[in-house]
Nanobody
Framework: QVQLVESGGGLVQPGGSLSLSCAAS????????MGWYSQAPGKQRELVAI???????FYKDSVKGRFTISRDNAKNTVHLQMNSLKPEDTAIYYC??????????????WGQGTQVTVSS
């Protein structure tokens, strides 16, 4: 069994910054990629940023230049630094991991979600 535990989030004024972290623990052989998705009220969950085992990253267009994703492979953690936040960034942010368990079976896991609210 694998758990993803998120931390960070909260309320910030437009133009402010927040940092999210997610730690994976449990029966993990290899984490292939980790990332963050967001879901605003009434909208579908969408990809924000991912980072692969290789270090390659992907960002959705609207956060490029403002958000930075990083990863500590030794600690199975992923971080999302969010700068210059806008009201439209308001959403619940979910951590996601695509990984291999101890038998090298692939699985997808989700965190419980953390609220990010950008408002004056």
């Amino acid at each position: 069994q694998v758990q993803l535990v998120e931390s960070g989030g909260g309320l910030v004024q437009p133009g402010g910054s927040l940092s999210l972290s997610c730690a994976a623990s449990g029966s993990i052989s290899t984490i292939i990629k980790m990332g963050w998705y967001s879901q605003a009220p009434g909208k579908q969950r969408e990809l924000v940023a991912i980072i692969r085992n290789s270090g390659d990253t992907f960002y959705k267009d609207s956060v490029k230049g403002r958000f930075t994703i990083s990863r500590d492979n030794a600690k199975n953690t992923v971080h999302l630094q969010m700068n210059s936040l806008k009201p439209e960034d308001t959403a619940i942010y979910y951590c996601h991991a695509h990984l291999l368990d101890l038998l090298d079976h692939p699985y997808d896991y989700w965190g419980q979600g953390t609220q990010v609210t950008v408002s004056s």
